[in-house]
């Protein structure tokens, strides 16, 4: 398994803004998909956005579509996730993902590759 490190977290008042990096440890295959999860404790991790590698296409969860970005520097391999206008409710642990094959890049159990996750506090 491939270790993804997550890089950028940390506490804002809702409103603010925070963006999120995501990077290997090592070099890795070129990856199908990328992608951010979340995850607040008691509860299912969930996805946020993802970054197919192939065309370039994104999607988002309602929750956050309009307010955060997903993007990626294809001269570093970095994956990025700008999170504007933050709530309260954004407040998690936010995951980094990969999936190397051709998979359904929207299903979370298809990513093979997960960091250890970084905090996002949201105060009110």
């Known amino acids: 398994q491939v270790p993804l490190v997550e890089y950028g977290g940390g506490s804002v008042q809702a409103g603010g803004s925070l963006k999120l990096s995501c990077g290997a440890s090592?070099?890795?295959?070129?990856?199908?998909?990328m992608a951010w999860f979340r995850q607040v404790p008691g509860k299912e991790r969930e996805f946020v956005a993802a970054y197919r590698n192939s065309d370039g296409e994104t999607d988002y969860s309602a929750a956050v579509k309009g307010r955060f970005t997903i993007s990626k520097d294809n001269t570093n391999g970095l994956l990025y996730l700008q999170m504007n206008n933050l709530k309260p409710e954004d407040g998690a642990v936010y995951y980094c993902a990969k999936m190397f094959r051709n998979s359904d890049w929207l299903k979370e159990d298809d990513y093979e590759a997960w960091g250890q996750g970084t905090q996002v506090s949201v105060s009110s």
């Open positions: 090592r070099r890795t295959p070129v990856a199908f998909a």
